[in-house]
């Protein structure tokens, strides 16, 4: 038995409403109007004296636009390319309902939700390609899917969150590698990835528990781009006889997106890791520990019920080697878990920059070290 929320989009053979590919693609059913009444970007196929139903092939059309238009193509150029590649036999767009035609020097004017930052996935960039530390102001308004950025944030955050508004997997995919290539793992991580994920938490928690799946796919495809970072990306040799860092999130804390980024960032350094991931428990992480005599220990808790001064305390303690040469690792509390009283007297990062400079630091000079024993 279909549920209440599918019967919108079930009830015609023929395919969704406009209402059901505006929620889909999270943009306004205005825009899709404007889209086919300028463009010809609608439904092939209507029926008499029925609200028009989008096919499959309607839809797979509209999405190119949106992805065309996110990359910084004009929209006409791209609703032409648009409408070749999935409707090439189709008609035009009624040239009586078209705009008229403006004088040379006047610009011509956007549809509906296009070129505004917030008006979703149809909306242009006004420079797809920024100068590196460029930002573009935020516009409030626009379409009621586009995700809370607020100001001063980069253009890339904009594209991605629209792809992530309409789960549009191999436009996020592309659009993180591009930012990491562009940026670097760093800034790609501090001023695009961090600012959309906080977009979709605020858009999640002000939504009536809305908006949960555009936070699981965009945190999926972060995960995959960061995993794939040492092997897409260059990086330098390997450090000779380098300590490794342990991270590992403390017991009960699932987030681990953070680890991974750093894990992604010391790689980057040719600096050795070993990565536990999520609610580690405590057995595990100390058997960690001993085992590989790491110069740095990162213990990552996202919540003050997570952070654990004993458990740091504890691994702090940890010893390894042949007497007279015994060493212990650092410890770096990390996450907004730790505050100033939980993590005093270990070491604190501000940043994830600061972060793989202190742990960079940290591994090479577990390299000059004698020979770990066990």
Known sequence: MAVTGEREDTADAAGLTTGAVARRLGVSPTT??????????????RAEGRHRRWSPVDIAMVEEMCRLTSAGAPPAEAARVARLRHHPTAPPADPASAPLPLSPQEPTPPADGEGDADAGPGAAPTDPRPEPGLRIPARRGGAGGGLPLGGDVRQECRGLARAAVRLDAPELEQRL????????????WEEVMVPTLRAVGRKWESSGDRYVEVEHLLSWHISSTLRGVPFLFPRRDPVPGAAPVVLA?????????PLEVLTAALAERGLPTRTLGAAVPTEALLACVRRTGPAAVVLWAQTRSTASLPLARHVAGLEWGTAGARRRPTVLPAGPGWDRRA??????????????????????????????GH
């Open 32 to 45: 899709l109007r404007s889209w086919d009444r300028r463009y010809g970007l609608g439904p092939a196929v």
């Open 177 to 188: 590698l591009d930012a990491v290539d562009r940026h670097g793992l760093v800034v790609a």
């Open 249 to 257: 999130c403390t017991p009960g804390e699932q987030h681990s997106l």
């Open 343 to 372: 993590s005093a007297g270990f070491p604190r990062c501000s940043g994830l920059r600061e972060a793989v400079d202190t742990l960079g630091r940290l591994c090479e000079d577990g390299a000059r070290l004698p020979a770990r």
